[in-house]
């Protein structure tokens, strides 16, 4: 098995309003995949509270195997649901490990 976790940080300059907005439509976008991409095994995306951390999100998937893994990444409704924060995207880092 595989865990997918990847940390997301918006754009400073984006009002606090307006990146809420956008973090609760990647998180209703992301956790409306399983049924449209059957090798999620679990997936879930979670939204920073603490103003004072560096990340806005936290994404925590689980794939049989990292082949699984690379399909999902380049699905199509994968695809589009990453879109969403593609242009107010300031960082990305990712772990992909086995348990």
């Known amino acids: 098995m ?5 940390l997301f940080k918006l754009k400073s300059e984006i009002p606090t309003d307006e990146k809420l907005i ?3 439509a990647f998180k209703s976008a992301i956790e409306s995949l399983p049924p ?8 879930e995306v979670g939204l ?3 103003a004072s951390e ?4 936290a994404l925590y998937s ?11 990444a380049t699905h199509p409704d994968h ?3 990453a879109s969403i924060i593609s242009d107010v995207k300031e960082n990305r880092s990712c772990v992909d490990y086995e348990f």
Do not use: G, P
Not at 36 to 43: A, M, T, V
Not at 64 to 72: A, G, I, Q, R
């Open 54 to 57: 560096t990340w806005d999100i």
């Open 22 to 24: 956008i973090m609760k």
């Open 36 to 43: 449209k991409i059957s090798i999620i095994r679990n997936i």
């Open 62 to 72: 689980e794939f049989d195997s990292l082949e699984d893994l690379k399909t999902y």
């Open 2 to 6: 595989i865990k997918h976790i990847v």
């Open 79 to 81: 695809v589009a649901a």
């Open 48 to 50: 920073n509270i603490n």
